[in-house]
């Protein structure tokens, strides 16, 4: 099994640090010249922890779907796959659409 590239989040990112059992928090502070640490705080508050600056232990949290929404066009049948076909746009509680 190969190693996974490190994640490096931005202030206010949700992470989730394998160290501490997958614990969530949001980053309240980024690794700066001489510190060797992101800081985390859970998103309902409470005590703030470290995770260290190579972003080896966080992972990140990918934002919760919202809607799902089809643009005003008619389904076109895909004869090759026998089957209908219609784009939508997927929406993220970060706001993000993914289509």
Excluded: C, N
């Excluded at 928090?25 to 690794?31: D, E, F, Q, T, Y």
């Amino acid at each position: 099994m190969g190693a996974t590239a490190p994640f490096y989040p931005r202030l206010g990112d949700l992470a989730r640090d394998t160290t501490r059992d997958g614990r969530i928090g949001v980053v309240v502070a980024l690794p700066q010249s001489g510190t060797t640490t992101y800081h985390l705080r859970s998103a309902r508050g409470g005590d703030e922890w470290s995770a260290p600056a190579d972003g080896t232990t966080l992972e990140p949290v990918p934002a919760a779907l919202t809607h799902v929404t089809a643009p005003p066009r008619d389904v076109v049948y895909d004869h090759r796959t026998e089957q209908g076909v219609m784009p939508v746009k997927v929406r993220y509680e970060d706001g993000g659409p993914r289509r």
